[in-house]
């Protein structure tokens, strides 16, 4: 007796809609864990972002009440002729450049001290990390006392001389605490780009004749391109930022000879309680900062390509 196998019957496909709703389905439960984030992100940011535009197209002084009225975008007028705010603008450039590349070339000499074997090399790392642990307030209050200071500063001693560095070169001497602060966080990063060079292709250069500056130059510079890349967008993005470090150690001054733009918004929104110009500086700067974040992360995503891995 002879048994005839029968095929399988066909499953029906599932019509294109209903993949697709499963589809949806399925992506909203793997974002779903994610919602309270995203919600709470928007609340603390977007909203108060929001507020602060619409603040910006008002007149409003604190302390005339009844004081506030629509004026269109005279307040970015106001703001692009206040000689006050530009000179805000140009120290914060300046500050932003000279911090990030002294502590991106300090990080990159420490990184390469430090990816040698030597005896006590971790407590050496753990000394060098501290300043980056330490809060900016307290980093700022201590340089101001400790280093700065005419009388009994270290610095003063060190080089025996008399001089006020605070009122003198306030600029620089907020310039070196900050970046005192960064230079363990620039070192950090590349460190981690050195360790994960391969061993095997500096081994090879070193049979074939390379000397340690051509090996650094021809593969350890281009392995590190990404990591410094990573440490200037983050570094220049905080560093902006920077407010603890000059209410702290100059309050601006003297004049504004070491005013930033986050300094001035607070002056002009806390001591001037001119909410509309104030308001119009923080949009201003807002939109500066993510113009150079952008072109940054277009620099980034061409080492960076996300779709086929690391250039």
Known sequence: MTTTLQP??????????????????????RRAPLLPALLFTIAVTQIPFLVTVFNSFQSWNMVRPGSQHFVGFDNYVAVFSDSVFLQALV?????????????????????????RSFPGRGVVRTLLITPFLILPAA?????????????????????GVQVDWLSDYPLAAVMAQITWQWTPFMMLLILAGLQAQSREVLEAAQVDGAGRWRTFVSITLPQLSRYLQLAVLLGAIYIVNSFDAIYLMTQGGPGTASTNLPFYIYQRAFEGFDVGQSSAMGVIVVIMTLIVATFALRLMFRTFDVSRGVK
């Open 139 to 159: 980093g700022a209050l201590l340089w101001k006392t400790t280093m700065f200071d005419p009388t009994y500063g270290l610095l003063n001693w060190a080089l």
């Open 91 to 115: 120290n914060t450039v300046l500050l932003t450049v000279v911090c990030v590349f002294v502590a991106m070339l300090l990080g990159l000499g420490l990184a390469l001290l430090l990816d």
């Open 8 to 29: 399988a019957p066909e499953r029906p496909e599932k019509p294109p809609s209903e993949v697709r709703s499963r589809e949806r389905a399925e992506g909203w439960r």
